[in-house]
């Protein structure tokens, strides 16, 4: 068996396995450095199914949020103001521009109600990106964040939606949000989809070599088959009229 084989008798094996079909060493390894935090979270009824988003109830929190979330979550947060630190999980084959408007709209008047001195102006310019994007600076302020890339950086201008604001409100509510498991949850999804991949690639592989040694097979067949590749029982061209003995 060479290792293209075992690797794909291995992706068998795992392509319907699922975090809770882990044996339990597994789960309790997840579970056993878990950083617990207690955040706020919202429900936005503005998609169907209902979206939730969560912010860091103060500027320590946010700052092990910016340390702990995932690739698929988005930040946002209230542009050269003080503000919330809110966060929005993407479903993983999604990007900032699927975000659906209503929803974006939730997120942005979110951090802005949650702006000291943003909730008293009539509007504010909320910037968001994808948490990757996100990063502290030696010397900075807990809350404070810099930017791998600050030219991906989006920009919406908000205006004060009150009744937005009263909707979200309704819901919120104290939740402990465990980082470690959310993180180690979402790294083991990455990991059976690139293994996924990796034996679609290598199916794929092999059905393609399987294609061109048949059509090799049939090339040469062909040629073996023309006329003038081909010698008659009665083709004595080739030898002498002498008669042998």
């Not at 465990?178 to 592989?205: N, P, V």
């Amino acid at each position: 068996m060479d290792w293209d084989e075992m690797d794909l008798l291995f992706c068998n094996v795992v392509d319907n396995l699922l975090l809770t079909d882990l044996p339990p060493i597994e789960i309790v390894f997840l579970h056993s450095s878990q950083i617990f935090a207690m955040v706020l979270q919202y429900k936005s009824t503005a998609v169907d199914p209902p979206a939730h988003l969560i912010r860091g109830v103060n500027s320590h929190e946010n700052d092990v949020l910016i340390e702990k979330m995932t690739p698929i979550d988005v930040w946002f947060h209230v542009e050269n103001m003080s503000s919330a630190h809110v966060y929005l999980k993407l479903r993983d084959d999604e990007t900032l521009d699927d975000i659906p408007k209503p929803l974006l709209e939730d997120a942005c008047q979110l951090v802005k109600a949650n702006s000291i001195q943003g909730c008293k102006l009539p509007e504010v310019k909320v910037i968001y990106t994808m948490w990757s994007n996100l990063k502290k600076l030696p010397g900075m302020k807990p809350g404070e964040v810099a930017f791998h890339h600050p030219n991906i950086v989006r920009k919406v201008v908000v205006k004060k939606e009150k009744a937005i604001v009263n909707r979200l409100l309704k819901t919120e509510e104290s939740v402990e949000y465990d980082y470690e498991w959310y993180k180690g949850s979402w790294e083991h999804q990455q990991f059976f989809k690139q293994k996924a991949e990796q034996k679609l690639q290598l199916e794929k592989k092999k059905e393609e070599e399987r294609k061109r040694r048949e059509a090799n097979e049939l090339k040469c067949y062909s040629s073996l088959m023309k006329t003038e590749n081909m010698t008659a029982n009665t083709d004595y061209s080739g030898y002498d009229s002498d008669t042998f003995m």
